[in-house]
């Protein structure tokens, strides 16, 4: 048994659904594609059988097959540049800070995130962001070791990763809760570079650890809030305005019930970088306090794009955010 049956075998008994690709390429090597994937081992034994040298496609998707699982495409420059400011703007693609399954490509690399409770389905950086595409339902990617057609093998950075669960903020973007409106060309050629740390006095009244949301079984949303809490007492100047209804808006769909809501909101406040905002005007907490109050009605539409009156001219790190349709 070679390499890429050995490897096709591997994944059949993860559970993920695994098809044969050209040799060096990625295109299907028979019949339909990821429409025929299979995570049985025998039929994978013998379709490597057929095709001994075949390229491996894993059929992503979140409905109908058994440890589904999608994965973020980042293209080259422009990709880790999307995503460094998606990161800049929200904070880890993990909750956790977990490491993530990382695959490198001809070009870029490949996060493969777990399934969710909810469809994921593909999209192109013509609807995400600049470099950056999700394989999801209805798609697949190329996996390693196969062959990419400019020579380079495919590789896991640690083969023993396995798939978890992306950021909740990852996880909004990727069901199309939110969704990215065309970044700006400065987002996009601006060299990322991460904000100053707060000073630990502003931090104290952050979630500690020990905090959570209810219900309690669900950690992954008291650990986004403490991210997008910690993030927002790192604003920078010029992005005050933007970034603190970016963030109340985050904060706004993770919270559950109102009480949870004020919760958050009132350890905002406590917490943000007051002084410059965008164009130089004064950011105080009166301006926060009326950002946290328009901010819910367009949580409730994922549309987390800075209304006029707070954004005038200037536009955030992050690019443009507009509701979906």
């Given at each position: 048994m070679n390499d890429m049956a050995a490897a096709a075998l591997d994944y059949a008994h993860r559970?993920?659904?695994?098809?044969?690709?050209?040799?060096?390429g990625k295109t299907p090597a028979n019949g339909h594609g990821f429409k025929d994937a299979t995570a049985d081992p025998s039929e994978v034994a013998a379709l490597w059988a057929s095709f001994p040298n075949a390229n491996i496609g894993i059929a992503t998707?979140?409905?109908?097959?058994?440890?589904?699982l999608w994965v973020l495409d980042i293209d080259g420059e422009q990709g880790e540049a999307s995503l460094a400011n998606l990161v800049y703007g929200?904070?880890?693609?993990?909750?956790?800070?977990?490491?993530v399954a990382t695959a490198t490509t001809g070009k870029g690399r490949h996060l493969y995130f777990s399934s969710t409770t909810e469809a994921i389905r593909s999209r192109t950086s013509k609807t995400l962001a600049p470099g950056l595409d999700i394989r999801a339902?209805?798609?697949?990617?190329?996996?390693?070791?196969?062959?990419?057609?400019?020579?380079?093998?495919?590789r896991w950075l640690d083969p023993d990763n396995r798939p978890g669960p992306a950021a909740y903020w990852l996880t909004d973007i990727a069901t199309g809760r939110i969704t990215l409106g065309r970044y700006t060309p400065e987002a996009t050629r601006r060299p990322f570079s991460a904000p100053e740390p707060a000073p630990p006095s502003r931090l104290r009244?952050?979630?500690?650890?020990?905090?959570?949301?209810?219900?309690?079984?669900?950690?992954?949303?008291?650990?986004?809030?403490?991210?997008?809490?910690?993030?927002?007492?790192?604003?920078?100047?010029?992005?005050?305005?933007?970034g603190t209804f970016r963030y109340a808006c985050l904060l706004r769909r993770i919270a559950n019930t109102e009480a949870e809501w004020?919760?958050?909101?009132?350890?905002?406040?406590?917490?943000?970088?007051?002084?410059?905002?965008?164009?130089?005007?004064?950011?105080?907490?009166?301006?926060?306090?009326?950002?946290?109050?328009?901010?819910?009605k367009y949580a409730e539409l994922g549309d987390f794009q800075l209304p006029t009156p707070y954004?005038?001219?200037?536009?955030?790190r992050l690019g443009t955010m507009r509701r979906g349709r």
């Open positions: 559970g993920w659904p695994v098809f044969p690709l050209k040799a060096g998707g979140t409905i109908g097959y058994h440890r589904g929200f904070g880890p693609v993990t909750d956790y800070g977990e490491s339902d209805g798609g697949y990617v190329v996996a390693p070791p196969s062959l990419h057609p400019n020579g380079t093998r495919y009244a952050v979630a500690p650890e020990g905090w959570h949301l209810s219900p309690p079984e669900d950690p992954r949303r008291a650990a986004s809030a403490r991210t997008a809490l910690k993030r927002m007492a790192e604003l920078p100047e010029g992005d005050r305005n933007a004020e919760e958050l909101r009132d350890e905002a406040l406590d917490i943000l970088p007051y002084g410059p905002g965008q164009d130089g005007d004064p950011f105080d907490r009166a301006e926060a306090a009326r950002i946290f109050r328009d901010a819910p954004r005038k001219t200037a536009t955030n």
